[in-house]
């Protein structure tokens, strides 16, 4: 008994009770250990840094691991609603844990704000007054990318992207904005680590770019085994395969590359700015685009904050919608939909120093929404 | 001949280069202990796995009863009534012996698959079991843990699942082995009351039980069967006592 | 009564204890992990079937877990969106009814066991570990790529399903629901170790020899206990689903399997309370070391090598002090 | 398809398959002389890569970095021996699996402790960049033939090893006949941590070869674990030849059946479905193929013992 008891409030929490008003409770559930983990390590030291950085007392942040199981992310959606309590949940890294928690929390009243994943559903037919989207709809950087492909006159493009919904939303995505030919179209295996075939494959067909969406090590392992086959096309990806923590491990072999994002480190704004300083100084390393996400999402939440109590949903709401906080990204806005309303840059990969990083070559997308939009009825 | 309950017709059998049965083809009749002998390697474990269906012969058949079992596999000749007895213990150590005594009556019953009833509250299967244990002498020990009973124990136990087969042939595969001269002389006293209920094809070393408890021994030696007949024929028989019996007699 | 008697009455009046407590001192939290535990427990009591009395390294449970899940994820997402499951020859409609949903839960799930133990079956020892190993593979992939279903994503469910004269969503009635489910489950098992067929499998287990001399087919006794077995994890699956209003493809990953397996082994393999006792210690130690640091697996690592090295019979076995689960 | 295109797709499979050799061939000679199934070889093969990756990083020569996971994984190897595995030759397969599987969590764990979340940066040496034509005029990179050839020259050298030497001879002993080889004299002890080093070593090379053109990142065992079981299982487990066979088996059942199942099922449906259902049929292959092996020789193509 003394167990169960014991172990329900040995969280980690953070931010100190201040006297007189009941402090904002945010529960995050994101991934801290097991595969993936670099990614909810950055969503959740931008999310810190800017909670650090304003100084709120009112707001205690309660960090749990997923370890990218759905259903230990249920289980601890379960535990910080139940016993902790919480007003409002963040942190989910991937669309297919964020499909398992996010319904049934915005179902119990509680607010949810994702700083990565955003499946469509939750964009469309799903999508919930509570539930608002501060990093992207899943489809987003490959409709940026497929714009960007058309703008640059490919005709041929050769496009793969593992066998799983997101990968799917991802080719449907890239062909919502490309209108030329497609000189081949490749789901892979969840997982997979050899793109021999696939390669050979780009190599004998007459494409005249390769547009991939291989999230983590999925993508490391094709783009070093793209420089090494030989195959000289041009490539465009999302931000995912070319982010600050995956450059250093794929080297030269990104050099060049082309890839869409709604940020990156040298988007010319104060708060972008102080925020890439203030980030290394704490952690000593470049901020990702994750990081950045956990960062705006932080400061989102710290804005509605100012205007609104939580325990007015309404007033609450309304305070989240109007976005009243400065983003790295600039301007930001959320659509109808909750889902932002952004620009989205082409960027390309590029070596400073010893550093591999991005710099901003282009704008993909002005004000772009999302294609599901319209079938949000809220 | 009506009275001949298990018969095996032309068997062989080769691994290989190596002929391990060569035509072997005897019988077993009512009422009778037919006993196997031959040396080491002579083929008579492979005889008996044939004849029980843990192996298959190349040639020949195997009957039941007038039926052909040849093709059948090991359970089937069991419910045909055919039971056997292991050289070395093929028991449920980790059961009781009770157990391992009802085990066979479960097969018998063919309740194998009643899901329920706890097996040890079942009285006509208990009442089979404790007869059986009682017939071979191992009442005292029934709750004992199988692994704890002593090799000629075993044995016994081996016989007390044969017998709650109620078989219509035993085929024994060295039922002495182990027992000691004063076991020995009780399970040769037990086995020849057993002939009457069914036959006994009986392979052994124990020349002293074989010799005491047969009506027909067959020598078997190099896969053939060299000689067959009464122990008398078989005690005088020279190629026998060259071939086998000289080294021993 | 015996040690082993005595501890497993312990656990019992604990599983419904300490969810009482928790609901007067108002934890819901607390009877949900207990919930997860008990839903986890009765897996892996299904799995201890094959396991503890057949002998079977299944390392591909996972198959019936899962097909349990998406049993009550596909009938419960057909209902919610109020579209037929089939449409031709005849319709088919959704439910939202958890004693359907179960029952098609252990009817999948008993019928992929009967058609993956017929093949696999015929194999043993390490192959058999490793073909059921693969057939888990097979479901795994398939599921991911399944779009129809949600592929990688899963289906979720907005409201927990429903049972006649309870309310599923308050925690408690649905704990007590699968706590009673649990404890029906104990007493099949109990009843079947039991049962002529417990003890013929239990016999096939350590001599196949002697249970084909007897006239028994030691193939059809594993099939039918492999079938029960599945069947029971497929329930616990459809369980399991409804505690996270969720499924995926998670559920059929080769570590579901693994997973269930160390419950089973961390309690005491072979013993009726030995999946209990392991869900238990291991949704606590799930929890408790999870709080202690980002790297809790590795404590979770050592703690299960020392078990494997140093505890004799699982925990059950360690605390009762018989270190065999049978005779 | 053209035929040179079907050529390169079969490199591309005996690639696949000679490096899940590298794997597999210790696990098999671990579970035949042994008797032991060892989860834990992709957590070695892991430490191989990271081992590569810091020396390289470190130095800047691959010669030095594939010295050091060689070393590396047969030092863990040795030491999990002595410490561990040892004590679980005489269970049975359950605990064995069991104390395996907590192997993996603390290798896992332990290795992202020390070298963090990201993944690690371990590149083909400028030496073996690059594609080469062969004859015919097949572009195929450089550093996978090599990876072929290579993969090709262990395998011979553990025939050798294994016909040829006295450690081979004991090696042999030992899978027919684990009382014989004590009878023999032999330090059985020392015999199996060597075999399992030796193992390990495989494992950790194949991790380094593999990690030059894949991700090095935490993980990265397990999928080739599951893989290099199969591989053992359809070879049947025990036997080398049989690891062999298998792992080309499985590489090329991968490989081709990835590029034809979506071709062939485009005969039957539309293309967009088609490509997606036959992908998904691909990552079943190998364990259809695996299933298949198992039910018509239920102790593979080469076994011989349960």
Redesign the interface.
């Known amino acids: 008994m003394k167990f169960f008891s014991l172990a329900a409030s040995a969280a980690l929490a953070l931010g100190v009770v201040s006297a007189n008003a009941e402090p904002l409770k945010v529960g995050m559930i994101t991934t801290l250990s097991g595969g993936g983990a670099g990614l909810g390590i950055d969503v959740r030291d931008g999310f810190m840094l800017a909670v650090k950085q304003a100084g709120n007392e009112n707001i205690e942040v309660i960090i749990e691991d997923d370890q990218r199981k759905p259903d230990i992310a249920v289980q601890l959606a379960d535990k910080l609603v139940q016993s902790e309590k919480v007003d409002v949940l963040t942190g989910i890294i991937w669309s297919n844990l964020a499909m398992a928690v996010v319904p049934a929390v915005t179902a119990q009243g509680k607010f949810y704000l994702s700083p990565n994943a955003g499946p469509s559903a939750l964009a469309g037919k799903g999508c919930h007054p509570n539930y608002f989207n501060v990093a992207w709809q899943n489809d987003n950087l490959h409709e940026a990318a497929g714009a960007y492909a058309k703008e640059t006159g490919y005709k041929k493009s050769f496009i793969l992207a593992p066998n799983y919904p997101a990968g799917k939303d991802a080719l449907t995505g890239y062909k919502r904005f490309y209108d030329g030919e497609l000189a081949g179209e490749i789901y892979t295996k969840l997982g997979q680590t050899d793109y021999a075939a696939e390669l050979a494959q780009i190599r004998a067909s007459d494409a005249d770019s390769v547009f991939f969406f291989l999230p983590g090590g999925m993508g490391i392992s094709f783009l070093k085994q793209y420089a090494d086959s030989g195959v000289d096309l041009p490539v465009v990806g999302p931000a995912f395969s070319f982010d600050q923590g995956i450059l250093q491990a794929v080297g030269d072999a990104a050099l060049g590359v082309k890839n869409t994002s709604q940020w990156n480190k040298d988007i010319d704004n104060e708060t972008n700015k102080a925020f890439v300083e203030s980030f290394q100084a704490e952690y000593g390393r470049l901020p990702s685009l994750y990081a950045s996400q956990g960062f705006d999402t932080a400061n989102l939440l710290l804005s509605a904050m100012g205007s609104a109590d939580v325990n007015d949903a309404d007033a609450f709401r309304a305070a989240l919608l109007a976005a009243d906080f400065s983003s790295t990204r600039g301007d930001f806005e959320f659509g109808p939909n909750h889902h932002p309303v952004q620009d989205i840059f082409v960027r390309e990969v590029i070596k400073e120093g010893d550093v591999y990083t991005n710099k901003i070559i282009a704008t993909a997308m002005t004000d772009r929404a999302d294609a599901y939009a319209a079938e949000c009825k809220m | 001949m009506d009275d001949v309950v298990l018969e095996t017709r032309g068997l062989c059998k080769n691994y290989g280069a190596l002929e391990v049965s060569k035509n072997i083809s005897l019988t077993l009749r009512k009422g009778e202990v037919h006993a196997v002998i031959g040396p080491n390697g002579a083929g008579k474990s492979t005889l008996i796995h044939q004849i029980c269906g843990t192996v298959r012969p190349d040639f020949g058949s195997i009957y039941l009863l007038d039926e052909d079992v040849t093709q059948k596999p090991v359970d089937a000749r069991s419910k045909a009534g055919l039971a056997r007895t292991f050289q070395v213990s093929a028991l449920a150590m980790e059961d009781t012996v009770l157990e391992n005594v009802v085990l066979g009556c479960v097969g018998a019953s063919g309740k194998a698959f009643r899901l329920f009833q706890p097996v040890l509250t079942d009285r006509d299967l208990l009442e089979t079991a404790h007869i059986a244990l009682e017939r071979v002498g191992l009442e005292d020990v029934a709750e004992k843990r199988t692994a704890d009973l002593s090799h000629g124990q075993r044995r016994q136990l081996e016989v007390a699942i044969a017998l709650t087969l109620a078989p219509k042939a035993f085929v024994m595969d060295e039922p002495m082995a182990g027992l000691g001269a004063e076991g020995s002389k009780r399970m040769t006293g037990f086995l020849d009351t057993l002939r009457a209920e069914a036959p006994i094809l009986l392979v052994e070393h124990d020349m002293d039980a074989v010799f005491a408890l047969a009506d027909r021994i067959s020598v078997l030696v190099y896969g053939s069967i060299i000689a067959s007949g009464t122990v008398e024929e078989i005690r005088s028989d020279p190629g026998v006592r060259e071939a086998y019996l000289g080294d021993e007699a | 009564m015996t040690r082993e008697n005595g501890l497993n009455m312990l656990i019992v009046a604990g599983l419904v204890l300490v969810p009482l407590w928790a609901f007067f001192a108002d934890e819901p939290f607390t009877i949900t992990l207990a919930t997860r535990a008990v839903i986890l427990a009765m897996a892996a009591v299904g799995l201890n079937i094959a396991l503890g009395l057949g002998g079977l390294i299944s390392l591909g449970h996972a198959v019936f877990f899962g097909l349990g899940g998406y049993a009550m994820g596909i009938l419960a997402y057909h209902a919610q969106t109020y579209t037929p499951f089939v449409e031709w020859p005849f319709v088919i409609e959704g439910t939202k009814s958890m004693p359907i949903i179960w029952l098609v839960a252990v009817v999948m799930s008993s019928l992929a066991a009967f058609v993956i133990g017929l093949l696999s079956l015929r194999t043993s020892g390490a192959y058999f570990i490793m073909i059921t190993l693969a057939f888990g593979q097979m479901f795994f992939f398939f599921s991911i790529s399944w779009s129809a279903y949600g592929g990688e994503d899963g289906v979720s469910i907005y409201l927990r399903n429903g049972f006649p004269g309870l309310n599923t969503l308050a925690p408690i009635q649905f704990y007590g629901l699968c706590f009673g489910l649990l404890m029906l489950v104990l007493l099949f098992a109990s009843l079947l170790a039991r049962s002529p067929f417990g003890l013929a499998l239990n016999a096939a287990r350590q001599s196949e020899q002697r249970v084909q001399a007897v006239g028994m087919m030691p193939f059809r006794l594993r099939l039918a206990a492999f079938v029960i077995s599945g069947a029971i994890t497929g329930l616990a699956g459809a369980l399991f689903a409804d505690l996270n209003r969720f499924v995926s493809p998670a559920m059929f990953s080769w570590q579901m399997s693994g997973e269930i397996m160390i419950l089973v082994i961390l309690g005491g393999v072979g013993r009726l309370y030995g999946p209990v006792v392991g869900a238990i210690v291991y949704v606590m130690l799930e929890h408790v070391l999870g709080d202690l640091s980002d790297y809790w697996h590795i404590y979770l690592g050592v703690l299960l090598l020392l078990v494997v090295l140093f505890v004799k019979g699982g925990i059950i076995g360690a605390v009762s002090g018989r270190r065999t689960a049978h005779g | ?2 035929l ?2 079907l050529i ?2 079969v490199l ?2 005996l ?2 398959g000679v490096m899940l050799f590298l794997m597999a061939a210790g696990l098999t000679l671990i ?1 035949g002389v042994m008797g032991l ?1 060892n989860l834990a070889h992709g957590s070695l093969y892991m430490i191989g890569a990271f081992c590569a990756a810091a020396v390289a990083g470190a130095t800047g020569s691959f010669v030095l970095a594939l010295v050091a996971a060689l070393a590396g994984a047969a030092i863990a190897g040795a030491l999990v021996e002595i410490l ?1 595995i040892r ?2 030759y005489g ?1 049975d ?3 064995q ?3 395996t ?6 290798f ?3 290795t ?2 020390l070298f ?6 371990l ?2 040496p400028d030496a073996l ?3 080469v034509t062969l004859p015919g005029g097949i ?1 195929y ?1 450089f ?2 033939l090599t990876l072929i050839a290579v993969g090709l020259m262990v395998a011979l050298g553990l025939f050798l090893l294994i016909s040829r030497t006295r450690i081979g001879i004991q090696i042999r002993a030992g899978e027919n006949d684990r009382e014989m080889i004590a009878a023999l004299g032999v330090d059985i002890g020392r015999l199996y941590t060597i075999v399992f080093a030796l193992g390990a070593a495989l494992a950790g090379l194949a991790g380094a070869l ?1 990690g ?9 065992g397990e ?1 080739v674990l ?1 893989l290099a ?2 591989v053992i ?1 359809i070879g049947g ?1 025990g036997s080398i030849k049989g690891a062999l066979v298998g792992a080309l088996l499985v590489g090329l059942t991968n ?2 059946g ?2 034809f199942l ?1 071709e062939v099922m485009k005969l039957f449906m539309e ?2 479905v088609a ?2 259902v036959g ?2 049929l ?3 292959a190998i ?2 193929l ?2 298949a092996v ?2 018509l020789k ?3 193509l080469f ?1 011989a013992r ?1």
């Open positions: 398809m053209s040179l295109l390169e797709q591309n499979g690639q696949f579970f199934i561990v004590r679980l269970k397969h359950l605990d699996v069991l104390a599987f907590a192997l993996i969590l603390i896992s764990e332990g992202r402790w963090g979340s990201f993944p690690l940066f590149d083909v960049s690059g594609p572009e990179p550093y996978r593999v030059a053109i894949q991700s090095v990142q935490v993980g990265m999928p599951i079981f199969v299982v487990i490989t081709l990835g590029i979506p293309p967009a490509t997606s992908a998904s691909a990552s079943m364990y259809i695996m299933a198992l039910i239920p102790t593979g076994g349960v």
